[in-house]
């Protein structure tokens, strides 16, 4: 009997074991530049203090007790709960992009991930393709749909954009299959490129910015301003800087959100680089833990009025990563409640759609599943 139970307590230890080692596997190389190799390139902008980059409105400190804790946890490790939709997520025929790009349009797919179409260029915002957002295959949070589409199917882009470098948001094996088969640039705020330079990025195709500094592909002009949020892979908190982005063709303007909380920032970019055709504005993972890093659907309203006074919403950063324990179509929910009376128009394509503000598609409220 004790041969047997050493025997299973031996499998059971070797295969905990193995587990671990596929856990990490990769994660050395996904969690990016050692903060010293940041620090050069950082220590220039008057957004770094004391070695970290600080937001413009300060943003409070997580605030949960221990039983808000475990309730978070509960729900977000758990397999139940209502932050997880009711059934599979209905996903749109990808676009065809053989043909020019639009004068402006925008196609969601998943996230923080879109491909903006403005003015004869297209753009892909914060591309993460990977099962997870972590530095692992095994764990952290998964997708609750699919891609869309897959690299493979998307036009030449001119340019990808990114936020910053939350796992969420910076996915390395995306990168590094974009560099592959694409040839635009990267644009990403300081202390970002770092990362892309020790996973082999050519020089040449990085694009690095602090708030209020632009730079051109051809017409479009690429403008990196401020966002309320944080940045950090490990346990480095803050080295790198995070963003939003305005772009401004010959002809139209749009503004990408990211990851943001509300941020006083939002009319000011609004005066200096708007008024925007499109906005592409965070509504979930807010939580009332963490209220000034991510933006509840309200703030995104409110934010939309700030940035324009014209223009379509189009809501990004909800429904494919449970990031926060509320409802699953909780934050479109409130959006489209909120938006009725500021009359502001909104559209929520989904996985896959492509929206044109000219002409947007009634919503069939796909998320009611």
Same mark, same amino acid.
């Given at each position: 009997?004790? %041969?047997?139970? !050493?025997?299973?307590? &031996? =499998?059971?230890?070797?295969? *905990? &074991?193995? +587990?671990?080692?596929?856990?990490?596997? &990769?994660?050395?190389?996904?969690l990016g530049a050692h903060p010293t190799a940041i620090r050069a390139v950082a220590q220039g902008s008057p957004n770094y203090r004391d070695g970290v980059f600080v937001n413009l409105d300060p943003a409070s400190a997580? =605030?949960?007790? $221990? /039983? /808000?804790?475990?309730?978070?946890? +509960? /729900?977000?490790? %758990?397999?139940?709960?209502?932050?997880r939709p009711a059934a599979p997520i209905p996903l749109a025929a990808p676009a065809l992009f053989d043909g020019d790009p639009r004068r402006l349009a925008v196609s969601w797919f998943g996230h923080s991930t879109a491909l903006l179409e403005i003015d004869g260029y297209r753009v892909l915002t914060d591309p993460v393709w990977s099962n997870r957002c972590s530095p692992s295959d095994l764990v952290g949070p998964q997708r609750l749909h699919p891609p869309p589409v897959q690299l493979e199917g998307l036009p030449a882009v001119d340019a990808v954009v990114i936020s910053h470098d939350h796992y969420d948001h910076l996915d390395i094996d995306t990168v590094m299959a974009l560099t $592959?088969?694409? !040839?635009?640039?990267?644009?990403?705020?300081?202390?970002v490129g770092a990362h892309l330079r020790v996973w082999g990025i050519p020089e040449h195709r990085i694009v690095e910015l602090d708030w209020h500094q632009s730079a051109r592909v051809d017409e479009l002009t690429v403008t990196c301003v401020p966002a309320r949020h944080f940045s950090g892979r490990f346990l480095d908190r803050n080295t790198t800087l995070w963003a939003s982005w305005a772009f401004a063709g010959p002809n139209h303007r749009a503004y990408? %959100? %990211?990851? =943001?909380?509300? =941020?006083?920032s939002f009319a000011h970019i609004g005066a200096d680089r708007g008024p925007f055709d499109l906005t592409l504005l965070p509504i979930g993972a807010y939580n009332t833990a963490w209220p000034d890093v991510h933006m509840n659907p309200e703030e995104a309203v409110r934010a939309h009025r700030d940035l324009t006074d014209k223009g379509l919403l189009v809501p990004i950063h909800w429904g494919t990563f449970r990031l926060a324990p509320h409802p699953w179509a909780e934050p479109v929910e409130r959006l489209l409640a909120a938006a009725a009376p500021e009359r502001v128009d909104v559209?929520?394509? *989904?996985?896959?759609? !492509?929206?044109?503000? *000219?002409?947007?598609?009634?919503?069939?409220? +796909? +998320? !009611?599943?």
């Open positions: 009997m004790r %041969g047997a139970l !050493r025997l299973a307590a &031996g =499998t059971a230890s070797l295969a *905990a &074991g193995s +587990w671990v080692v596929r856990a990490l596997h &990769g994660a050395p190389a996904a997580l =605030t949960m007790d $221990r /039983e /808000e804790l475990r309730l978070v946890a +509960w /729900e977000l490790i %758990g397999n139940r709960g209502v932050s $592959r088969t694409q !040839r635009a640039p990267f644009f990403v705020p300081l202390g990408f %959100g %990211g990851d =943001t909380g509300y =941020t006083k559209a929520v394509p *989904a996985p896959g759609q !492509r929206i044109d503000p *000219a002409a947007p598609l009634k919503s069939n409220a +796909w +998320w !009611r599943l």
